[in-house]
């Protein structure tokens, strides 16, 4: 079946810092998508990537989708302390099962 | 507007009880998900519905079951729950049309059976 490999699996950075981190897949999308889940909360959805070679600004974060249509990266610039939680990409092939499939998150700790 | 809302928002459960986990949305979408999400493994699809009236196995589907009577609720329910169903469980929903399959998530639900 499709998978997404997310990197890095966790990151401890200081406020100010700039964060990337990424996704690939063997498979194709036709859609990726990038959430923020808080301790104790849903997943909320940052930023929706639908074609090839986009790139999407959401304040402080940017998010590409791959032109190969297999990689998205997120990039989040000057961190603060809020920004803590675990990042997960989500892609998604329409035309086929019509459902997402999820990498297994970016833990992100902001030290101030 | 409430979005999705789900209920209970945790619940401890004796193994080999029944439970049923309700989750409501109030934007019309056609589409309706539930995932469990245990650590390290990320958010698993247990069982989806395309539209009312039908629904569909995701990956982990064994163990629950699903109905979707009508376009706002999608409930969930263990007939008979084990400890290996312990997770957190999320309802989501998306439009699910061919330009706009974004899905948004319930707060969730934390279940331990014991």
């Known amino acids: 079946g499709q998978q997404l490999n997310q990197s890095p699996q966790s990151m401890f950075i200081q406020e100010g810092e700039d964060v990337s981190m990424n996704c690939t897949s063997s498979s194709i999308f036709n859609t990726w998508l990038w959430y923020k889940q808080d301790p104790g909360e849903g997943p909320v959805l940052l930023i929706a990537l639908y074609k090839a070679g986009e790139l999407t600004s959401n304040g402080r974060l940017t998010a590409q989708f791959g032109i190969t249509r297999k990689d998205s990266f997120l990039n989040i610039s000057a961190s603060i302390p809020s920004d803590v939680g675990i990042y997960f990409c989500?892609?998604?092939?329409?035309?086929?099962?019509?459902?997402?499939?999820f990498g297994k998150g970016t833990k992100l700790t902001v030290n101030p | 507007i409430a979005g999705i809302t789900q209920a209970p928002t945790s619940q401890i459960l004796a193994a080999g009880r029944r439970m049923t986990l309700r989750c409501t949305q109030d934007?019309?979408?056609?589409?309706m998900y539930w995932y469990r999400q245990d650590l390290g493994l990320g958010l698993r699809l247990i069982h989806y519905s395309n539209t009312a009236g039908t629904t569909g196995k995701g990956e982990v589907p064994d163990g629950y079951s699903v109905s979707r009577a009508n376009t706002d609720d999608f409930p969930l329910t263990l007939a008979s729950a084990v400890p290996s169903q312990t997770s957190v469980y999320f309802c989501a929903s998306s439009p699910f049309d061919t330009s706009y399959n974004e899905q948004f998530f319930g707060p969730g639900t934390r279940l331990t059976v014991l």
């Open positions: 934007m019309r979408h056609n589409a």
């Open positions: 989500a892609g998604l092939f329409q035309g086929g099962s019509e459902k997402l499939v």
